[in-house]
């Protein structure tokens, strides 16, 4: 028999609120899940949050923790005049596709501001990130990306990043348009991370509508079928409370997606894909 195929389980947006915090911790010290990326620039991101998880990673490391470079708001650049910023924050998700496929960015800003990010970290932790990716998949936008990939190279050298490309049927790509255009996207974000040496995962998983009738116990058996050694699924356990409901739309799903995965389904939904945390 095969040995299981380790993947990467990944909870993105650590910093953003105290209890999504607490939730991922939880996750973490239970063997839930084996990531997190941290959003520095999230207002609630304090130093006693880093150490708290850097804590659970002590004698063994129980996750990979990594930079969740944001771009868009409504959190607020680190550096000093960011062009496109409004009332100091960065813009809205779709203001920022539409900048980068322009090609409206100040390229030297973003290298500045995702560097400040990365500094950031490290500030926190006491060392480089093991990976960093985006939130709202910002690192795999045209102009950005470059931007990107030159300041982990420089500054996190041993970091690989997510690129968000799907392994699934051609025939059944065109059923999720958010993940059709990550699929298209990441394309060329894989061709420009082959070019500087940085290294990525395989294959990724986990999008979804974030409808807020999705059933998550549902979808989320099907993101790991066919997934190779190393792949990434992306997730969003929390718990809401009020910096949450003050910051972000994804709010009854964190606590759907939690539950999930600290009850006993999930495991066993691992089992049966052959799949094993790493």
């Not at 389980?9 to 915090?21: F, K, T, W």
């Not at 049927?169 to 991370?193: E, H, Q, T």
């Not at 940085?198 to 409808?211: E, K, L, M, Q, R």
Request: glycine share 6%; net charge positive; with cysteine.
């Amino acid at each position: 028999m095969n040995a299981p195929a380790r993947i990467w389980l990944c909870a993105d947006d650590y910093g953003i609120s105290p209890s999504v915090n607490d939730a991922i911790r939880d996750l973490i010290a239970r063997g839930r899940i084996n990531a997190t990326s941290v959003i520095v620039v999230a207002p609630s991101f304090r130093q006693s949050e880093a150490d708290s998880l850097n804590a659970l990673n002590a004698g063994a490391r129980r996750a990979a923790i990594g930079l969740h470079v944001t771009l868009t708001a409504p959190f607020k650049p680190l550096t000093k005049g960011f062009a496109h910023a409004d009332a100091d924050a960065f813009p809205t998700l779709p203001r920022a596709l539409l900048l980068a496929v322009l090609r409206r960015y100040d390229t030297a800003q973003l290298a500045a501001e995702i560097a400040a990010q990365v500094d950031a970290f490290v500030s926190a932790f006491r060392r480089p990130p093991d990976f960093v990716d985006g939130h709202q998949h910002v690192q795999l936008f045209p102009q950005v990306r470059d931007a990107f990939l030159t300041v982990v190279k420089s500054k996190a050298r041993l970091a690989w990043v997510r690129q968000c490309g799907r392994n699934v049927p051609f025939a059944k790509r065109f059923a999720d348009k958010k993940a059709l255009l990550l699929d298209v996207l990441s394309r060329g974000f894989r061709i420009r991370a082959s070019q500087f040496g940085v290294p990525i995962n395989p294959v990724f998983a986990g999008t979804y509508d974030f409808s807020s009738n999705a059933d998550f116990a549902k979808l989320f058996p099907a993101f790991l079928d066919g997934l190779p050694e190393n792949s990434v699924v992306m997730c969003h356990p929390g718990k809401v409370d009020d910096e949450l409901n003050r910051i972000d739309e994804l709010k009854t799903l964190r606590e759907r997606e939690y539950a999930y995965f600290a009850g006993d389904r999930f495991p066993d939904a691992l089992a049966a894909c052959g799949l094993t945390l790493r």
